[in-house]
């Protein structure tokens, strides 16, 4: 079983930057996602990284975000630069590790002035 713990996130103004990390208690050898939903919406896919470093963004978010893992400590990490009120959401870590998903707990982060 995998455990996932998220930290980050919070109130930030448009414009600025917010950075999510969240490790796994065990090694991760897929990838390493970030998910995100919005009051009403469906969960969307933000970012993705393999445990080689390919990476992948929702249209919506390059240029913006950028995902990074760190291997060794178990740990995906998600920097949110230019933060825009449509970023307001849940961000989830989650991951795939013997065909079962995991989730982490959530944490919000909100964008307004």
């Known amino acids: 079983q995998v455990q996932l713990v998220e930290s980050g996130g919070g109130l930030v103004q448009p414009g600025g930057s917010l950075g999510l990390s969240c490790a796994a208690s065990?090694?991760?050898?897929?990838?390493m996602n970030w998910y995100r939903q919005a009051p009403g919406k469906e969960r969307e896919l933000v970012a993705a990284?393999?445990?080689?470093?390919?990476?992948t963004y929702a249209d919506s978010v390059k240029g913006r975000f950028t995902i990074s893992r760190d291997n060794t400590k178990n740990t995906v990490y998600l920097q949110m630069n230019n933060l825009k009120p449509e970023d307001t959401a849940v961000y989830y870590c989650?991951?795939?590790?013997?065909?079962?998903?995991?989730w982490g707990q959530g944490t919000q982060v909100t964008v307004s002035s």
């Open positions: 989650n991951v795939r590790k013997d065909n079962i998903v995991y």
């Open positions: 065990g090694s991760i050898f897929g990838a």
């Open positions: 990284i393999t445990r080689g470093g390919s990476t």
